[in-house]
Structures are given as structure tokens and as C-alpha cells.
């Protein structure tokens, strides 16, 4: 989409906003130089947004004149995550939402979950946990599901006393060695 920089109060519009703001106005299909003197109005060349590491994201900035009087494009560069306050009152740091996108992608199968637990030497003592008697569903999907996440919360519900965060953040990286 075309964008344009107004001369007057350096509001940034479209073409479809530039005619609306003159009906009376019979524009050309191409707007010449002459065109854009009429409506007071600058070209804005557009730019590729910079390049980005891991956790970055490119941010549309408005505009900025070169050293030959054209306006182009701006970018700025942003984290995509920041420092917040969580809704209990505890920061929520950039390396806590890290860990979080990190889990998230943390899926292996039934099978190699099982192998990777057993290679750990709790297999028993999660088969055995007392979510699964207190809780059938949750038995039946550690038993059936074809896959499972990390963040499963039945999951992290049955290996509490178990395992700690961290260890069961190792399991699912040795369960990916088994390919099931």
C-alpha cells in the first residue's frame, strides 16, 4: 500500500484517505510530482525492515527524510519479550517467557516419554503417582495419548515430588533421542 507523508501536520495516509480528504478533486490514475505538490503531500518509499536476531521483532516506525529530501520508511527493533508484572504480583522476567516458548515445543510421543522415564529411573514411582488413582482421566491419558507436551497440565500434576521443573525439562530432551 502507497503511503504518503502530509507536508502540512506530517500525519502519515493512504491513497483512499488522500482522496477522501479532497471529493472535489479530479485525481490521475499516476500521481506525478505535480499530483503530490497539489495535495500537499510527500511519497514515502518504502523499506525492508532490518534483520532480525532470535528475539526480535521490526516495528513499522514512521517515517524519516534522507540527506536528497526523500521520506522512507522507518524501523525500529524490539524485543519480543520484556520484563512484566504477572497477574499474582511476581516480575515475569524475558528468560522465564524464554523457558515457557521453550516448553511449549517440548512434544515427544507416548513411547519415548515412557523409555526416557524408565532410563531415569522413575518410571514406577510416576506410573504410581496418586493423580492417576485419584483422577481416571488422567491415568488414561498418560497411558493413551499418542503424544505429549510438557506443559500437560495432568502431567506436571502427576510428577510433582517427582520430578522438578528442570528434570522433567531433561526428560523430554532425552525423550526426543528415541524417535518413536
Not at 7 to 26: M, T
Amino acid at each position: 500500500m502507497e503511503i504518503y507523508r502530509d507536508r502540512g501536520d506530517g500525519s502519515l495516509k493512504n491513497k483512499n484517505q488522500i482522496k477522501a480528504e479532497n471529493p472535489d478533486v479530479s485525481l490521475p490514475y499516476v500521481w506525478t510530482d505535480a499530483t503530490l505538490d497539489g495535495l500537499n503531500v510527500d511519497y514515502v518509499h518504502p523499506t525492508n525492515p532490518p534483520t532480525l536476531s532470535e528475539n526480535e521483532i521490526a516495528v513499522d516506525d514512521g517515517v524519516v527524510q534522507d540527506s536528497d529530501g526523500d521520506w522512507n520508511q522507518s524501523w525500529r527493533i524490539d524485543n519480543i519479550y520484556t520484563e512484566y508484572m504477572g497477574d499474582s504480583g511476581q516480575v515475569v522476567t524475558v528468560q522465564d517467557q524464554l523457558t515457557l516458548e521453550e516448553r511449549r515445543g517440548m512434544t515427544c510421543s507416548n513411547m519415548s516419554l515412557r523409555l526416557a522415564l524408565h532410563d531415569a529411573g522413575v518410571y514406577q514411582s510416576l506410573e504410581s503417582s496418586t493423580t492417576f488413582s485419584t483422577d481416571p482421566s488422567k491415568e488414561i491419558r498418560f497411558k493413551f495419548s499418542p503424544t505429549i507436551n510438557r506443559l500437560d497440565s495432568w502431567l506436571i500434576e502427576a510428577s510433582q515430588g517427582i520430578l522438578d521443573s528442570e528434570e522433567l525439562d531433561d526428560l523430554f530432551e532425552s525423550a526426543r533421542s528415541f524417535n518413536y
